[in-house]
């Protein structure tokens, strides 16, 4: 059993990571011909195993294996394959090939699972190509909107729909349905921090998942001047007015560290380096995007509404004008106890006893549990952080996880909700 899982995690891994632009890292789009390279991979290896391969409209991809109850819900488990821009082997398709795994363990078994276990690999999981949260997972239970269909990918400009329609996809379908009823999900993913490589943890069970507040396309708007003949009163530098900001903000983070609540603050995409941009010169542009991460849904109120305070102040002091932009939010979302414990339990009959943790990340595990699903995820133990191209994971930490799921359910005769 553990040679079939691990050879499964192995393979997978190398046919997908096979598949990307060029450059450092890996880089799969989302909507992209690269990411439906890597689902068709997916659906080889499930037709391999005898698996039944669907798609729905959002190009969301389906490998059926029946179970012993067809009636009951099913049990669903994966991740995505689309990438940051240039980054690493793991976020996403590791889930993959554990789900894939997870299947070839029963099938090498001659049992069949309790309830048929379905394959899941979504589209367009990685918000940074669309500002649209959990894209793929979101139009697969219906709670993707119109609205949404318009927003303009980063790299070519062009819409979400346009990107849907090129790959096959059906946009219009989408929102007419039909679309999954509430079952259970599972989502294995790297851990996107240190906590269990400082621990020495192979994995463990997240409770639930951050939720964030962001604007994506803020500048600060100064005045050009040269840099030797400006004096400082006269000046409106942008580049002073950010790092104002950022020094307020960091304060405001700590503190709120302090009271007991949970919060991540990142000044992320900053750019100052436009042609207009040169030496002997005094900035007069400034672009960057700010992205608020909490468990807490007030603490990202209060931490809005002390960034924009803030920049009503240093836009007097300075004389500059901040444009914040639209601004886009996901909800902090709780996962599964119940389903968590079960999974818990079989781990610790194999001799793992898995820590409870938050997950900073957004995941697609979060956009089923807020459909009203029963979802769950497991972090993996990764050593170098995520979404660069230095991703680390141990195979032998995902056949362990793998093989607890085979655990937990290979005997259970009904694990309905």
Request: charged share 20%; with cysteine.
């Amino acid at each position: 059993m553990s040679s079939i899982i691990r050879g499964t995690i192995d393979r997978l891994l190398d046919r997908i990571n096979a598949i990307s632009a060029p450059g450092p890292g890996y880089t799969r789009p989302s909507y992209s011909p690269l990411e439906s390279q890597a689902h068709r991979v997916v659906a080889e290896e499930a037709a391999t195993l005898g698996l039944t391969v669907t798609k729905d409209a959002g190009l969301n991809l389906f490998a059926r294996l029946p179970g012993r109850d067809r009636n009951a819900p099913a049990l669903y488990i994966g991740s995505h394959v689309d990438t940051v821009p240039m980054g690493g082997a793991y976020d996403g398709a590791a889930g993959i090939a554990g789900a894939m795994a997870l299947a070839a363990a029963f099938v090498e078994s001659g049992k069949a699972p309790p309830v048929d276990l379905v394959v899941t690999v979504t589209r367009a999981e990685e918000s940074v190509w669309f500002p649209v949260s959990y894209i793929g997972s979101r139009a697969a239970l219906g709670r993707l909107t119109a609205a949404e269909m318009d927003a303009k990918r980063t790299d070519t400009g062009r819409t979400l729909a346009d990107h849907m329609r090129e790959e096959g996809g059906d946009p219009d379908a989408i929102l007419r349905g039909p679309h999954l009823t509430p079952a259970r999900f599972v989502e294995l993913h790297i851990e996107q921090g240190p906590v269990l490589e400082n621990a020495g943890e192979a994995f463990a069970v997240v409770h639930g998942v951050r939720g964030g507040l962001r604007y994506r396309e803020a500048r600060i708007d100064g005045t050009w001047a040269h840099s030797g003949g400006a004096p400082r009163a006269a000046r409106a530098d942008a580049v002073f007015a950010f790092a104002d900001l950022v020094v307020a903000m960091d304060k405001h983070w700590g503190e709120i560290l302090q009271e007991g609540h949970d919060l991540a603050v990142t000044f992320g995409r900053v750019d100052a380096a436009t042609p207009e941009h040169a030496f002997a010169k005094v900035p007069g542009r400034v672009d960057f995007c700010v992205d608020l991460r909490s468990d807490d849904p007030a603490v990202l109120e209060r931490m809005d509404g002390l960034l924009k305070a803030h920049i009503a102040v240093i836009e007097a002091a300075r004389g500059v004008r901040f444009v914040l932009g639209s601004q886009s939010r996901s909800q902090p979302t709780k996962l599964s106890l119940a389903l968590g414990d079960e999974i818990a339990a079989a781990s610790q009959n194999l001799g793992f006893t898995p820590r409870r943790m938050l997950s900073g990340g957004g995941h697609d595990a979060a956009a089923f549990a807020q459909a009203g699903w029963e979802s769950v995820m497991i972090f993996l133990r990764n050593w170098n952080g995520s979404h660069n191209p230095h991703e680390g994971m141990d195979a032998g930490d995902l056949a362990a996880a793998v093989g607890a799921l085979h655990a937990a359910w290979a005997e259970q005769k009904d694990i309905r909700a």
